[in-house]
């Protein structure tokens, strides 16, 4: 399987700051780095985060860890949020659960997230992380969560 | 508030080395020792870790992470569900789904777990997150998570 | 087992009218009347349903439907958010997650739902099915809900 | 928008009697006649259902309650797992989580059901939800479902 591209032009960007305050919060993120994540991509509505393996990344097998694959997850969900949020506004996860549908057994993590409802004050995303071993790429687990907008609280 | 401590003889364990089973494959995850988290105690169907706060851990606020505390939680409750589990079995997290209460503002982040039901297969368990700030405890997130029992393929 | 009571003053009402808009918004809700849910009880931040078994609120087997009992629990859940919920407001579900812990069967349903947290927008709550089969009481279902306080805009 | 259709050879079943075995389970859950629900359409590996508005399927607002919208979609996505799973095998939901996008305002609920990963005992599974007003569809609510094989207890 391939990993989801951004769909084209789904939503319209109410910032038009919005790819720079994302990529200036994310850099913000101590976990981000701790975790060794990359921010590959953002779009209006979407975001993709890549996580190289580590063994300090695992659960007891080996595997990357739920809770880390979790961690790289809500972050693209967040971000797809955060990019289509307006000025002077900050995101905060309100909630979130995740299925993890295969193991975490591979050399790479590729989390993506996009919008499924953007709403004044709420965010409903989708996210979805894609492990890839030896060249091939497994659905490893999804996510439906819910953001909030923080009108008049401007990040960073 | 408190946290909560652990009930009282709720469950028997089904094998006399779920103590040594749980500390051992704690040990075995790379995360914990990552995100600087601890086991605090392990009792038949609870277990209770801790982390103190690091730059690295936190969103772009300077909070704990909601995907740190996501990792913490899931351990702890996935703990809780494996110190009850057969011989000769490991323990997998199937999903979880985590309500953020409060910021994770603090020094502190004491994340519990504990079994609702304990089934052949399936492990339904509870698990919070407590932050610590200035002596003062505030709960900050609740999971429910689900995990499955692996049979026949002993951790370690 | 026992179906837990009503936690004694654990909130404030922010509405003197708390008692009467929430019967008043149940006495509204058609579903309540198709599925025969009756309201029992409601206290600042909880509430207790019950529903009797007919064929009707079945699945496959013969047990209560996942989703029935989803919709009486979704409710008393919900009316515990609204007992606290400020005047002139209404209350909307924004998400739930709800684990099955064992079927549903039995011939009388009762769910309860208690508030986890109380925010000027969002409200999160416990929600909790226990089915009585011959005098025994299991716990057949667990919710964790989110709900949203619609200000200026109050119900009925 | 338009409620989507059945992805095309995407899974193949494990029983020949799959559309038999998914149409006489669903003719056995009294909840679907007392809802009001007919199932559109199965395929391997996805399922529709529609219900027509009716006044006793309401919340307070009159709008069709979150929890009859879950038994739809609970329905839709459990079928949808059914139909692929083995002979002399029966179904049941582990958990599901269900955000709301928007209210239920409308005279037809659409709920539809897919599998997004089909293990030998677990099914993860994706659930929608679409209400038409005056010919304009709208995505209203979005599910996370995981159900257990219960293998060696045919259903009927």
């Given amino acids: 399987m391939h990993v989801p591209t951004a769909p084209q032009h789904r939503f319209e960007p109410r910032d038009p700051h919005w790819a ?3 990529r200036s919060s994310f850099a913000r993120q101590g976990a981000m ?3 060794g994540a990359e921010l590959v991509d953002v779009q209006p509505g979407w975001c993709q985060i890549s996580m190289p393996y580590r063994a300090d990344l695992s659960q007891q097998h080996g595997y ?3 809770g880390i694959i979790s961690t790289a997850v809500d972050s693209a969900a967040g971000y797809a949020g955060f990019s289509l949020m307006v ?3 900050s995101v905060l996860s309100v909630e979130f659960k995740i299925n993890l ?3 975490g057994d591979g050399e790479l993590m590729i989390a993506t997230g996009e919008v499924i409802k953007s709403g004044r004050t709420l ?3 989708r996210g979805d992380a894609y492990v890839v071993k030896h060249g091939k790429t497994t659905h490893c687990a999804t996510m439906q969560q819910t953001l909030m907008t923080m009108h ?3 990040e960073g």
Same sequence: chains 1, 2, 3, 4.
């Fill in 123 to 125: 965010v409903i995303t």
């Fill in 20 to 22: 720079d305050k994302v």
């Fill in 87 to 89: 000025p002077n506004a």
């Fill in 152 to 154: 008049g609280k401007a």
């Fill in 64 to 66: 990357f860890h739920a």
């Fill in 33 to 35: 780095g701790l975790i």
């Fill in 101 to 103: 549908l295969a193991p």
